[in-house]
């Protein structure tokens, strides 16, 4: 059974960080491109990045640009995405993706809310 559990969301102030984790079960994760979405109140879901099945390319909108970081860990299953110098427009509901060939997958979620 495919699995994506997002952890690490949570509460932040403005200007602070914060790091989500993707565990991926149930399909083989070295072979899949992941990304990581979000969606704001209100809102679409939007790409934020997205890192090859070898984690050798990474690709982020605009907005996260010089902020975020994208990384994986084949050994782990997992994928991470470090969130610097947040801002109160980052907050949302923040998913991740597998992509495989014609086989997506997608996370519950886990909800950033940036706030003072």
């Known amino acids: 059974q495919v699995q994506l559990v997002e952890s690490g969301g949570g509460l932040v102030q403005p200007g602070g960080s914060l790091r989500l984790s993707c565990a991926a079960s149930?399909?083989?994760?070295?072979?899949?491109?992941m990304s990581w979405y979000r969606r704001a109140p209100g809102k679409g879901r939007e790409l934020v990045a997205h890192?090859?099945?070898?984690?050798?390319?990474?690709t982020y909108a605009e907005f996260a640009k010089g902020r975020f970081t994208i990384s994986r860990d084949n050994a782990w299953n997992t994928v991470y995405l470090q969130m610097n110098s947040l801002k109160p427009e980052d907050t949302a509901v923040y998913y991740c993706?597998?992509?495989?060939?014609?086989?997506?997958?997608w996370g519950q979620g886990t909800q950033v809310t940036v706030s003072s």
């Open positions: 149930g399909f083989t994760f070295s072979t899949y491109g």
């Open positions: 993706k597998a992509i495989g060939g014609i086989a997506t997958h």
């Open positions: 890192i090859t099945a070898t984690g050798s390319s990474t």
